[in-house]
């Protein structure tokens, strides 16, 4: 595409390209879209109408400027208000709806100052709210605003609280777009973190090659050992079973931002918190949430922590996914006694945050490891290090297996190869991802175990037609790491087309599968806002259904067992794929239709797809449900691969006797899934 038409000429006809992942073949493709395409694309991914469904966050919000503008009004002062970060406009409405004198609202992403400047017409406050189209740090007075403001509402805060830059926003408006004594809504934030003992969070922290009992260990090498996949990441912690974590100590206060300037706000500090433990165990990992004080005397308090340290009881606790809770490391594990007492060492930077654990006087050793190849994500992680898992594949392989097999490994950064080397394969030809590091880490573990004689690892060109045609089996987990969404391992088999179709195949075949749910909160992400807080919001909601239509993002991945979900009837089968015939034609599609039948009483608002490898005509592993599922009932989710979920528009309600139709075409050449569902 890229030689027919060059870029400018492109310009000209409306059109851009953009570079996309082919997950069948593994390339980088160039497409060409038309010239919204991007901006439909972020529109559609902007999580607002999550933020807007938050209801204790809005009201909270709106609790906070009512108490400033009164607090104003009784020093006889006037209320200028600034809003940073308007996004729709909602809090900028609040502040005029509340009696302000002057508001300006100020937002740096186009799209969405677009969207305010539409929604703000439309509530009838055009003539009430100025908006500024810039980054509140290019922001200055008289240029953009006629006077300093004296009352500041913005909410620029993400799950790790300053990762969307908010000190660096706060200390500018402090210092040039605010008079002194202001008032700041939010006036300041806690910062929490809680020590815990988890095997389980471990796992997706280190590369570990676990191996079946009876098969000899693969060691790492030296170095390899101490890497860590980087040390953060969120995580719905409500969600977390209670049996794969214990907290080791309360919670420390570990960071006070003051917002409103009664003390300055650092961008960087270093702190030292001496804490007791209150069992014994090993401190794995740090659980981190922070709180808001809305008004200036902290009478009303907005609280991100898990449930077990909630101030609400469980059921008053708003459910959000735009703030969530952080796992963070340590840089080692560290042994802990019951009632002795520790070091926690935290620090930030204006972005991002970093902790640590020692004894008492012992300095804290840093990190002295390195970060793992990006290639190996957290999950991917955990799966390495999941023995039983592993022991499945390994109990089915060896089966297959002698000292004449000459097995080509169709998946990336796997314990395969190493395995079937264990096995007594004769030879292993094994491709590597891409991605920088994660071949020389498999060349070192290679050569570390004396597996070279065993395991050929070729590179980015293709193996030569000579070492296919040794190949007697192949075999995927299948898992490569660039996969968004479950059905991306798919090119498993079409890799597996290159060879002649007697060869042996392991797995032999595929289903993608599929269930209605009814989601406990999962699908308010995508539901309209219609109206919040006495605002019309529609015309947000039309901008982003219209993004939608345009983007690619109907099916999307989430971790399921962070997203509590009813199954409404059992699992079906959409699609079924037999890895022992090959699927040669580039332009080859599969469609089925059929139904999930509905089998208990509910609200439809989702559906869940997921892979079922068959290894061998008897074993199976899926990376969705495992165990019974029983209709009706919470089905427990495999926690190392994401899940494939469509959220409809509208929640339905249905009955036994309903059904849901799935109409399903996959396009082999890009594995393009294309699914449309409706009630029936
Ligand atoms: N105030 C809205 C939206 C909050 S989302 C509400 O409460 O519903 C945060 C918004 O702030 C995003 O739209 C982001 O683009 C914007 N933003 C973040 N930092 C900003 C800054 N320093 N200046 C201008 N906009 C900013």
Redesign the pocket.
Known sequence: MMNSCTLGACRRMKSVFTSKFNPTTGKVEWVMHDESYDYNQEIAR?A?AD??HDTE??KK?EAGLQAAIKSMRAQGRPCNVL??????????MMAVRNGADSVHA????DP??KCAAKVIAANGMADKIVLIK??????SVPDDMPHKANIL?????DTELIG???L??FR?ALEHLLEPNSIVVPSAARMYIQPVDSSFLSSFNRLTLSMPETIEPIRLPPGIEKYIYPPLFDLQLSSLPQHLFDVLALPQIVFRFDFCGREKLPLESHTQIEFKVDRDGVCHAFFMWWDLDMDMRGDVQLSCAPHWEHPLPFDKIQWRD?WMQAIFYPSFSLPVVQDARYVLDAKHDEYSLDFDISTLNSPVIGSSSGLLPCAYTRSRLAMLGNVSTISKYSSTLHRLVDDSTVVLCVSECSFLPYLLARLGAKKVYTQECDFVGAANLAKSVISYNDLSDKIYLYGEEELSVEAMSQVTLVVGEPYFCRSFLPWNDLRFWYTRSRLSQSVDVFPISAHLVGMAVQFDNLHKIRQPVKE?EGFDLNLYDSMIERSREKSDDRLEQHSLWEYPCKALGPLKTILEFDFKQTCHEADHVISHTGIFPIECKGEWNGVALWMIYNLDGENSVSFGVEGDCKVGSYPSWNMERKQAVYLPIKSSTVKPSDGIQFDADYHVADADLRVTFSVS
């Open positions: 902007s607002y933020m807007l966050r809005n919000y809003d940073i970060g308007t996004g729709t406009g909602l809090l900028s100020c937002e740096e992403f969405a100052a810039k980054r509140s740090t290019a922001v509402v913005t909410e620029v805060f969307e830059g908010a660096s926003t500018h735009h919040c």
